[in-house]
């Protein structure tokens, strides 16, 4: 079972953290006011970085954060993907980590490359399109929803090396590698059972 927190709606305090990355905050609280289920295109690089995977993956790194780890920042889901909230900068770093662990960076087939899907980084010059901070409401409307919903002004958020240790351990988790090698589907085998 696993022990991430329940989806919520956006605290006060969290919207105006989401609002404080655009460059009119007033203006988004304002409209969110007016709309609380109305999603929002917001930059990256200043009060966050998003880390975005598959949402399947996704949900296998959240679920070794919370888990195994230290948690995490607030997570979104949004058409079919997950959105890791990530420490403003991890969208630079996390892509050289992953590449330094082999994962995927240059195209070799192996089982670990294929294990991890591509995640896509989001930072300095880019936007990412967050949930309403009624997440219910956009849920039914858009598939977006807040599966961790932001509760304060300065939320923790994980850095590259977090978001690196929890997609090995969700690829780890997925490969199930057994020790044992694969059984010789050409052996014969001889029933010692009957011997006198």
């Not at 460059?23 to 970085?49: H, I, K, N």
């Not at 994962?103 to 309403?132: K, N, Q």
């Not at 997609?167 to 590698?177: G, P």
């Amino acid at each position: 079972m696993s022990s991430t927190p329940n989806a919520s709606d956006v605290t006060t305090y969290g919207a105006a953290w989401l609002a404080s990355a655009g460059r009119y905050p007033r203006s988004t609280l304002a409209l969110w006011e007016e709309r609380p289920d109305a999603p929002v295109v917001l930059p990256c690089g200043t009060a966050f970085d998003v880390v975005t995977a598959p949402a399947i993956f996704g949900r296998r790194m959240l679920d070794r954060l919370w888990e195994e780890g230290p948690g995490s920042g607030p997570v979104a889901e949004f058409r079919g993907r997950m959105l890791l909230f990530a420490a403003p900068g991890t969208a630079q770093r996390l892509p050289t980590l992953l590449e330094w662990e082999e994962w995927g960076a240059d195209g070799r087939e192996d089982c670990r490359t294929t294990a991890i899907p591509p995640l896509l980084c989001h930072g300095t010059g880019d936007a990412v399109t967050v949930p309403a901070p009624a997440g219910a409401a956009c849920a039914d409307r858009s598939g977006c929803r807040w599966l961790v919903a932001p509760d304060t002004r300065q939320p923790w958020l994980p850095g590259p090396e977090v978001l690196l240790w929890a997609a090995v351990r969700a690829a780890r988790a997925a490969l199930r590698i057994s020790i044992f090698p694969p059984e010789d589907q050409g052996a014969k085998v001889y029933d010692v059972s009957r011997r006198r």
